[in-house]
């Protein structure tokens, strides 16, 4: 079932993003409830949104 809306997509897609978070060692996606990667067991995650970088 498509999202035709692009409105509703962009929000949509926000929401998928700020609810993960990537792996930098492996680049998994993670809950964002996750302590460790689910693939690789690092700690070393980040959330997908950039607040953090730098
Ligand atoms: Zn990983």
Redesign the pocket.
């Known amino acids: 079932m498509p999202i035709d809306d692009p409105y509703k997509r962009k929000i949509a897609a926000y929401h998928l993003l700020a609810k993960h978070l990537i792996?930098r060692?492996?680049?998994?996606h993670n809950p964002i409830k996750a302590v460790k990667?689910r693939?690789?067991?690092?700690k070393d995650l980040r959330p997908k949104r950039r607040e953090r970088s730098k």
């Open positions: 792996c060692k492996c680049g998994a990667c693939l690789c067991r690092s």
